[in-house]
């Protein structure tokens, strides 16, 4: 449902009545994409990210055998002391990795290692802290120990079968960790998502090049290039497009016969916009939003041929705040069929703040924990959506709502970490 504002739109505000809210826009674009369903087998180290195609189960028990929490002595519980102090011979030792090779009878006890099988005739460990020994064979234990203590059951950890990590997760750390722990060598992983990227514009210079009058260097690129690697995707960056409609549309056909998705920054300007949608308007499936936020207001989003495309606003702060708040979680989905909106979490404003109402803000701000362990807020300066310093220096987004026109010095205030989007 569009969400409404609370006071009467005037020319003093940022209200569009045709804009469509962010949370509407997110829900669009997911609506239209297909998750990605080619699979291929890699080796395990190279997982860590993927997402698994098929759930794995696990060939083996963790642990595999019945073995030792403690150093210690294992012994058959039935052969307990009830309550007095019994000894008992040593009649070897087993250690992790070296079973130990016979059976203990009653009166004996094996020296046990932590990780150690619990040897033939034994269910029972007794702390090393808690057995008095005479000399190297010889030992005594008292009362108060019970059957079954201090031992790992096979299968306690793991069962053989069960499943280990579920189709559609993204692997983590631990989750290698895991599978390498039953054994398993390679997984069956979705492919990557295959991006597609350029810049439009005549006045934009790559990396390198002469700068003439009104020449700027490109730095959408680059920031889309980090963001883009950081996510584990494959990368084609098809460098800058001229301001030419013919160049253009070359570029967006052959990025849609390689990509499943291509995003481009800029050309959202009066007169550059209208040849663009018209050449969109020709190739694609594309719709061209207004969306009531700041930065970021125009986002065209749609389709050529099989690929997604993404149209991002030229400012590189605008460039940064839609791929955070709709690329990322699209590619997300496109990877793995699962939603993930960025994380939002309260903080103290210690800054003052202004916006006109009508739109949603996204400022740029520094949070930290104070020496109280709470967590503060201030802005990075100047907010314009060409300063691209104010998101560099940033380690978070404020998050203004719409009808919001100022926060005082105290507040709280809703933030979104940048670590959440990794
Ligand atoms: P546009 O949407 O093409 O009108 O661009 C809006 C603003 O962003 C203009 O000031 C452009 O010069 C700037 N801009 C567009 N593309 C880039 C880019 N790739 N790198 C840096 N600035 C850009
Ligand atoms: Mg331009």
Request: net charge negative; with cysteine.
């Amino acid at each position: 449902m569009k969400k409404t504002v609370q006071h009467d739109p005037s020319c003093a505000d940022d209200f569009d009545p045709a804009s469509i809210t962010i949370d509407q826009a997110r829900l669009n674009i997911e609506d239209d994409i297909s998750p990605i369903t080619g699979k291929e087998k890699i080796a395990l180290r190279s997982a860590l990210n993927r997402v698994l195609a098929e759930g794995i189960q696990s060939p083996i028990k963790v642990p595999a055998h019945n073995n030792s929490a403690m150093d210690g002595y294992a012994l058959a519980g039935s052969d307990l002391p009830a309550d007095e102090v019994k000894s008992y011979v040593v009649i070897g030792t087993a250690f992790a990795g070296k079973p130990f090779p016979s059976t203990c009878q009653p009166g004996q006890v094996v020296r046990i290692m932590t990780g150690a099988v619990i040897p033939e005739g034994c269910d029972t460990v007794v702390m090393q802290e808690h057995v008095q020994s005479s000399d190297e064979t010889n030992i005594e234990i008292g009362e108060g120990h019970r059957t079954g203590q201090n031992v790992r059951m096979a299968g306690e950890d793991i069962a053989q079968g069960t499943t280990v990590i579920e189709a559609g997760r993204r692997l983590t750390p631990s989750d290698l960790g895991i599978l390498a722990s039953v054994g398993v060598a390679e997984v069956n992983v979705f492919r990557r998502p295959r991006v597609a990227f350029f810049s439009t514009g005549d006045e934009l210079k790559s990396v390198g090049e002469t700068l003439n009058a009104g020449d700027i260097f490109d730095s959408n690129r680059y920031s889309l290039y980090g963001m883009l690697t950081r996510m584990d995707v494959e990368i084609l960056d098809m460098g800058v497009v001229r301001d030419d409609p013919q160049a253009l549309r070359d570029a967006l056909l052959m990025a849609a016969d390689m990509a499943d998705l291509i995003i481009t920054s800029g050309g959202v300007s009066v007169g550059e916009a209208d040849y663009i949608k018209t050449i969109l308007d020709e190739i694609g499936d594309i719709r061209f939003w207004k969306i009531g936020m700041k930065p970021g207001r125009p986002l065209t989003f749609g389709k050529i041929n099989n690929a997604r495309f993404f149209g991002l606003p030229g400012n590189p702060v605008s460039v940064m705040v839609t791929f955070y708040q709709f690329v990322q979680p699209a590619l997300h989905y496109l990877s793995s069929g699962k939603t993930k909106a960025p994380i939002t979490i309260p903080a103290i404003c210690t800054t003052s703040l202004r916006k006109r109402p009508g739109r949603f803000e996204f400022q740029r701000g520094i949070y930290e924990q104070d020496e109280n362990g709470k967590l503060t807020v201030k802005k990075t300066g100047q907010q314009g959506s060409g300063i691209l310093s104010s998101m560099s220096h940033a380690n978070c987004f404020i998050l203004l709502p719409v009808e919001l026109t100022s926060v005082a010095e105290g507040e709280i205030v809703q933030i979104q970490p940048f670590e959440g989007f990794i």
